[in-house]
T-cell receptor, first 113, second 111 residues
């Protein structure tokens, strides 16, 4: 089955620890995205990548880092510098360009204890 | 002002009602437009794309007005299963390669 997978579904970490969220897609999409969603809020863009080995900061990149070494993978690291990391993290992919819709993974709920 | 603004809601309607959502965007160079549906604690899923000529998919009709920079979603004959949050999404233009999401409008359809 083609799709986007994120793991784990739920993640708990202690304050001050870095944690990496996984995102994999087998849709052969060029573009991949990371969003954060807080309760009752919309999606905010953290980082996006339009092609392998290239990525750009979104609107709220501080305290996060990404890599795009393979077309199918776009992991997100939440560092200890992120002040309020508890949130729902969503990964998406698309063919790319401005005319194509994004497809989302099931998300990872991160809770910092 | 936010780049994409939606009716704040919530909308509470009886089954069978017709309900309409509006969304305005500020970037006149935006290229494409979509409505997504998001169920509670789930990922957003594409509901429909929005074209200038308007498009219909069953009970759902989407419309784009570029001159006034707004898009709309009309749901006819509401079902209980339509209860969800509806997200307006605007792509591209000066934000090339990016999508900007509205905060969503929550719909509850009651028996």
């Amino acid at each position: 089955d083609g799709g986007i997978t994120q793991s784990p579904k739920y993640l708990f970490r202690k304050e001050g620890q870095n944690v990496t969220l996984s995102c994999e897609q087998n849709l052969n999409h060029d573009a991949m995205y990371w969003y954060r969603q807080d309760p009752g809020q919309g999606l905010r863009l953290i980082y996006y990548s339009q092609i392998v080995n290239d990525f750009q900061k979104g609107d709220i990149a501080e305290g996060y880092s990404v890599s795009r070494e393979k077309k199918e993978s776009f992991p997100l690291t939440v560092t200890s510098a992120q002040k309020n990391p508890t949130a729902f993290y969503l990964c998406a992919s698309s063919i790319g360009g401005d005319y194509n819709e994004q497809f989302f993974g099931p998300g990872t709920r991160l809770t910092v204890l | 002002r936010k780049e994409v603004e939606q009716d704040p809601g919530p909308f509470n309607v009886p089954e069978g009602a017709t309900v309409a959502f509006n969304c305005t965007y500020s970037n006149s160079a935006s290229q494409s437009f979509f409505w997504y549906r998001q169920d509670c604690r789930k990922e957003p899923k594409l509901l429909m794309s929005v074209y200038s000529s308007g498009n219909e998919d069953g009970r759902f009709t989407a419309q784009l007005n570029r001159a006034s920079q707004y898009i709309s979603l009309l749901i006819r004959d509401s079902k209980l299963s339509d209860s969800a949050t509806y997200l307006c999404v605007v792509n591209g233009g000066t934000n090339a390669g990016k999508s900007t999401f509205g905060d969503g409008t929550t719909l509850t359809v009651k028996p």
